[in-house]
């Protein structure tokens, strides 16, 4: 029993759960960020223009063949390099291996993403003026719930293992790096997802559930602290959260690997944007 006027340990969760939507919401909020992509353009080997910016873009190979992105432009088209702010009067040229992004050039409110996916090199714009950006007040989610705070069993594989995945974008396909598996109970019934890396030994896992399509996105992801000595990990699906691809068009983010469905409705997290 807690003590008169001390805060219960769902109460003390709830306080730090909201402390987390707060520094998500200002992450997503960030300026350049995910909300203001507005295109995601291929460029081909010959210069050609593009749409949205001044200039002539192209790429005169794939990056694995060490091909480089061009940029030609005059002074009177107003794009500058991101980092100095240079006026970019004639050519310049950058090389990115796969799935390197570069914050390349300037146009006004709009910073322009050099970026290599499956290989090929593009650019993404991003415009402060976006209708996402400027729209932009918070993403639904659920109520707290305590009983979708669970304990699953990290299992590791004996070698990292590369899968092949899709992404959100029909172009581009990827991989995943899988490190393991975690085993969990919910709802009555066993579950199992193949966990990739994340920070400070902690995991990533990518997974469908039954509410997909419906009050959620097509997929989400929830992170974990590093799973401890006995394999025991902590999974708080309140804290599962959208990739890019729910906001934009214009990402590349990777689905799950096949296999991680939780069939069950996992109503906490965020809800479909």
């Not at 029993?1 to 759960?17: C, I, K, N």
């Not at 005169?60 to 390099?81: E, F, K, P, Q």
């Not at 004996?158 to 991989?175: G, K, L, N």
Request: glycine share 8%.
């Amino acid at each position: 029993m807690t003590s008169a006027g001390a805060p219960s340990a769902v109460d003390r969760e709830q306080l730090r759960f909201a402390r987390y939507r707060q520094s998500r919401h200002e992450a997503l909020a960030a300026e350049f960020g995910w909300l203001t992509l507005t295109s995601l353009q291929w460029l081909g080997a010959e210069p050609t223009t593009v749409e949205l910016l001044p200039g002539l873009w192209s790429a005169n190979d794939s990056a694995s063949a060490g091909g480089i992105a061009t940029l030609t432009a005059t002074a009177a088209d107003n794009l500058v390099l991101a980092d100095t702010g240079e006026p970019v009067d004639g050519s310049v040229t950058a090389r990115l291996a796969n799935e390197e992004s570069l914050n390349w050039t300037r146009f006004g409110n709009t910073v322009v993403e050099l970026a290599v996916r499956a290989d090929r090199y593009a650019i993404r714009t991003r415009d402060l003026d976006s209708p996402v950006y400027i729209g932009f007040n918070g993403v639904p989610t659920f109520d707290f719930n305590p009983d979708l705070v669970v304990t699953g069993h990290f299992t590791a594989y004996d070698a990292e293992r590369q899968v092949p995945i899709a992404t959100s974008h029909p172009q581009v396909q990827s991989t995943a790096t899988a490190v393991g598996e975690v085993s969990f109970e919910l709802g009555g019934a066993s579950h199992r997802l193949v966990s990739e890396p994340g920070t400070l030994g902690g995991l990533t896992l990518n997974f469908h559930d039954l509410t997909n399509g419906t009050s959620t996105y097509d997929w989400r992801k929830v992170t974990t602290a590093k799973p401890r000595p006995d394999g025991s990990v902590i999974i708080d699906f309140n804290r599962a959260i959208n990739y890019p691809s729910a906001f934009t068009p214009y990402g590349t983010c990777p689905r799950p690997i096949r296999g991680n469905q939780i069939d069950a409705l996992i109503e906490a997290g965020e809800k479909m944007p």
